[in-house]
């Protein structure tokens, strides 16, 4: 079956510009997260979703990071006013925590690849 | 204190040797744990959920203490492929739904 699909797979950008990153969770998943992992770095946990909850900011570094689920389903990450700290893979996952275990296993897309110039 | 932290690594060992791996978590209510692998450049994927009992998956056993409240994971006879990085993943103090990655252990198995 389908996957989790992030679009783009790369995007350069230059300094100050907008950029949107698109991400597909599997259907019928009903949490979604994003993560950011610098080269040689762990994951760095951004924001989450979980159905009509409230959406956990509390990993967003700043104001120029936001993100929205739509329908319960595709997710945008946009960050306003790139900087060149903010290149990285940016990693997109859905869970379903109502199935049985492994409760809360995560399924990674492929990540898109941030380059600020 | 950080919610999830790993051995520092990175481990470089021979082909055939075992490895362990520990991982330490703050939040003493947490239910789910698990052990993901990540290879270069590529996405994390899950290798095995942590169950109470421990559980064990071909060369690969997990362990759990909550009263220490660590994980580890033992890799026996370690193959090339086994190279990567391992990272240890439990359910977040702030909500249940949340998990909450270690940094990762980097693996190196030798020729």
């Known amino acids: 079956g389908a996957g989790v699909s992030q679009s783009p797979s790369n995007k350069v950008t230059e300094k100050g510009k907008d950029v949107e990153l698109r991400c597909d969770p599997i259907?019928?998943?009903?949490?979604l997260y994003w993560y950011r992992q610098s080269l040689g770095q762990g994951l760095e946990f951004l924001i989450y979703?979980?159905?009509?909850?409230?959406?956990?900011k509390s990993g967003l570094p700043s104001d120029r990071f936001s993100a929205e689920r739509t329908g319960g389903s595709v997710s945008t990450l946009t960050i306003q006013r790139t900087q060149q700290e903010d290149s990285a893979v940016y990693l997109c996952?859905?869970?379903?925590?109502?199935?049985?275990?492994?409760?809360?296993?995560?399924?990674f897309g492929p990540g898109t690849r941030l380059t600020v110039l | 204190r950080k919610e999830v932290e790993q051995d520092p690594g990175p481990f470089n060992v021979p082909e055939g040797a075992t490895v362990a791996f520990n991982c330490t978590y703050s939040?003493?209510?947490?239910?789910?744990f698990f052990w993901y692998r990540q290879d270069c450049r590529k996405e994390p994927k899950l290798l095995m959920s942590?169950?109470?009992s421990g559980n064990e998956d071909g060369r690969f056993t997990a362990q759990l203490n909550r009263a220490s409240q660590y994980i580890s994971l033992l890799i026996r006879d370690s193959k090339l492929s086994d190279s990567a990085t391992y990272l240890c993943?439990?359910?977040?103090?702030?909500?249940?739904?949340?998990?909450?990655f270690g940094p990762g252990t980097s693996l190196s198995v030798i020729p």
């Open positions: 996952a859905s869970s379903s925590p109502t199935v049985p275990p492994p409760y809360n296993e995560q399924f």
């Open positions: 259907s019928g998943h009903t949490a």
């Open positions: 979703f979980q159905g009509n909850s409230a959406p956990d």
């Open positions: 939040n003493s209510a947490s239910q789910s």
């Open positions: 942590v169950y109470s």
């Open positions: 993943v439990v359910n977040s103090e702030t909500s249940y739904d949340k998990v909450i």
